[in-house]
């Protein structure tokens, strides 16, 4: 073994070393006279880690609801009417779910709490009509005036123009151009497809098929929706005005808005004159990217709106209803319907990596043996999961060799660094916890490894003293298949590292701004830049592997996550609402990997948290915080959050501390007494300003983690006090 590779940084497995706080090694406290003091804490805890367990699949993940606002059930329905679907039993139920979400004032928002969010209030409004609701009812007469009094139909995004176009209310003219014949733009050209994110690509190229075709279900005069706008339809203004989209970062000369509506007027001139020379090529090209997506995914990008689009592209191509591709599609679609009573609502996606994960490393924590059933057969079933084939990441990714883990059931093309990062997480903490006793075993993290395109490879090495060698390979065996899936998860996410030192999520180097001020960039989420959560949890993640902030990849990182700390100390939540999600996941990070808990820096993270603290003991954030700066750490409380500040404490040394206390207490005294909490908040970001989630499975796990973090620590405190004390008194 080369000096390079001795020199390399290690994990050890058998006897005291250095992991993650709060990682789990076996029993939930060491020694008996050292557990919690507080039986109503270690009561909590065995209730959650019941409810949890309770909820496992027999395949061995966990799945919870994950719900959005009523674009969902008013988008399907749409859908429906385009299909000549409106009229049946699953349009009129998901209509009363869309009636038993309206706002008190006529509208609808996009998360509990917040104002009329216009493009849902009219799609949901427009849906009304389409299932039969008279617009001289209480609830539309209602409706329409609180649209009406927001600006009326005039203001929707460019989704919803599309929506509308789809169904004749206006035409295609009046939509931001998508033509196909972007996918004939080369990869060395700025504005080719893969310069925008994942999800957008997925949404935009059966889009331009729409573009191209420009399909129309023309509904009855009575089914329209001419109410809605201050003037009407056709003086609608061709091009998109102001969107709901973030700053650029760095200031240009250029106005770029100005400059993409101009190359939207250009566009539907030459086609008005005919240019179109390459439509047929194009169109060709953007269909047999779409469908070769369909193969092991739970439909295009596995989330409804690019699965939405898909049925209008596919049909636009000539599907008939007996299609086996139109009817997987739609059958996708009913896969995310949940059916409750009288309604029908939708899931965005389902999240069934990404749930098993986070509900590993709680049961984990909470002390659940690594070879119990539960945990071996969730280890198992996030193994099936691993990606083995390439896809989009490809085309930027340093590594070309497949790895890393998706969201949903399938979506093979689409891993993720979020899921990929949990999952480690959960892979390495389940493997430590293992009993490994009679086994040295350490990872390698090496760079320059001979014959590689990339600086960094994983690697296990195992030994066993006095071992029969039968055995000693058995028991070798039955932990490749884990360590082979953490080496090509690690190699995965270190290829997946930006030039700028962080992470995005689907995509490397993905963070061309103007993009953001195409006309059809309204959803806030056209390009997948470095963000400080996903970059702090893939630290944590190497951490747990013996990586330390001197490591080239850590240092980088670093240089990103203090760059992008707030002026206030906080850091963003992308994926998370917000500055509470983003500050304690990159405390975590900075602790895991080697940052002191006294760095000035994270002293100041831990009094934003502080601060921010309520006089419940919890803490809360609205989404709101994404739109208005000064709402940032205020909203009602929530347990995910306040599990969440709890985490973030806890690793900079605080479990002793009043927050901390006061955090639990706040959990204990809000648990149900099923063992689980109630929370209605969305504290899940999709698109920040534009679609949130709530995660049902958040006041679960979360809170499990915490509780069952702080009793460890505390634990093992008193364990070392105890220690102290015998050698004191020797």
């Given amino acids: 073994m080369s000096s390079e590779w001795l020199s390399a940084p290690r994990f050890r497995f058998d006897g005291p070393h250095s992991i993650p706080a709060g990682s789990a090694a076996g029993e939930l406290w060491p020694r008996e006279e050292h557990a919690p003091r507080s039986p109503r804490l270690l009561s909590a805890i065995e209730r959650t880690r019941d409810y ?232 060709r090209r953007a269909a047999d990217w779409m469908t070769a997506r369909f193969a092991d995914s739970d439909g295009l990008g596995a989330i409804f709106p690019p699965i939405i689009w898909s049925v209008v592209a596919l049909k636009c191509l000539g599907h008939g209803d007996d299609s086996p591709l139109l009817k997987a599609a739609l059958g996708e679609l009913e896969k995310l319907s949940i059916r409750e009573g009288e309604t029908i609502r939708l899931e965005p996606c389902r999240s069934p990596v990404w749930d098993t994960a986070i509900a590993t490393i709680a049961l984990c924590e909470a002390g659940v043996a690594a070879d119990s059933p539960a945990i071996t057969s969730a280890v198992n079933w996030l193994l099936s999961k691993e990606v083995t084939t390439t896809g989009d990441w490809t085309v930027r990714s340093l590594s070309k060799q497949p790895g890393g883990w998706f969201f949903e059931f399938n979506n093979c093309f689409y891993p993720d660094v979020d899921d990929t990062a949990m999952v480690l997480i959960a892979l390495s903490r389940a493997l430590s916890a293992r009993d490994l006793s009679s086994w040295r075993a350490e990872y390698l993290l090496t760079d320059g490894v001979p014959g590689s395109n990339l600086g960094m490879e994983v690697s296990t090495v195992l030994a066993q003293r006095n071992a029969d060698s039968t055995e000693a390979l058995a028991e070798i065996e039955s932990l490749r298949p884990m360590l082979g899936a953490i080496s090509r998860g690690v190699r995965w996410l270190a290829g997946m590292q930006n030039r700028d030192g962080g992470w995005g999520a689907f995509d490397r180097d993905n963070d061309r701004e103007i993009f953001t001020r195409v006309p059809f960039a309204d959803h806030n989420a056209m390009i997948d830049p470095s963000t400080a959560d996903l970059t702090a949890r893939v630290l944590e993640m190497l951490s747990g592997l013996g990586m330390t902030q001197e490591h080239p990849v850590a240092r980088r990182a670093l240089d990103f996550l203090w760059k992008n700390q707030e002026h206030d100390h906080c850091w963003f939540g992308r994926w998370g609402v917000n500055f509470i999600y983003g500050t304690w996941q990159t405390l975590v990070g900075l602790v895991a990997i080697g940052v002191p808990a006294s760095d000035p820096r994270i002293r100041r993270g831990v009094a934003w948290l502080k601060m921010h603290q309520q006089e419940s003991g919890g803490w809360g954030e609205s989404a709101a915080s994404y739109d208005d700066p000064r709402l940032r750490g205020k909203g009602p409380a929530t347990a995910s959050q306040t599990a969440w500040a709890i985490l973030g404490l806890c690793a900079a040394g605080e479990v002793e501390s009043a927050a901390v206390e006061s955090g639990v207490q706040y959990l204990l005294e809000t648990q149900r007494d099923d063992g689980g909490w109630d929370e209605e908040q969305f504290t899940g970001t999709g698109f920040p300003r534009v679609f949130y989630l709530r995660y049902h499975l958040y006041c679960i796990y979360f809170p499990l983690m915490a509780l069952s973090r702080v009793a460890r620590l505390r634990s093992n405190r008193s364990v070392e006090s105890g220690a102290t004390k015998m050698t004191n008194d020797e």
């Fill in 52 to 283: 949890l367990l309770a909820l496992q699949a027999p395949e061995g993940f966990w799945v919870g609801e994950l719900e959005g606002d009523t674009i969902l059930e008013s988008e399907y329905i749409l859908l429906l009417a385009y299909l000549g679907r409106a009229d049946t039993l699953p349009a009129h139920l998901l209509s009363n779910y869309i009636l038993k979400q309206q706002l008190p004032g006529g509208g609808w928002a996009i998360f509990p709490g917040g104002p009329l969010e216009i493009s849902a209030s009219v799609k949901a409004y427009f849906a009304l009509k389409l299932t039969g609701h008279s617009p001289d009812s209480e609830p539309l007469m209602r409706a329409r005036a609180a649209i009406r009094a927001a600006g009326g139909a005039e203001r929707v995004n460019s989704f919803t123009r599309y929506y509308l176009a789809l169904l004749g209310i206006i035409p295609y003219d009046k939509c931001p151009a998508v033509p196909p014949e972007i996918m004939l733009v080369p990869q060395w050209c700025p504005f080719n497809i893969h310069e925008m994110s994942a999800w957008s690509r997925t949404i935009l190229v059966p889009l331009s098929l729409l573009w191209a075709f420009r399909p129309r279900h023309q509904l009855h005069e009575a089914h329209g929706i001419r109410e809605l706008f201050l003037t009407s339809p056709e003086e609608l203004p061709a091009v998109m005005g102001p969107s709901v989209v973030d700053p650029l970062k760095k200031a240009t000369w250029v106005n770029w808005e100005r400059l993409f509506r101009g190359v939207d007027r250009a566009i539907k001139l030459a086609e008005r004159c005919g240019l179109k020379p390459l439509r047929r090529l194009a169109i």
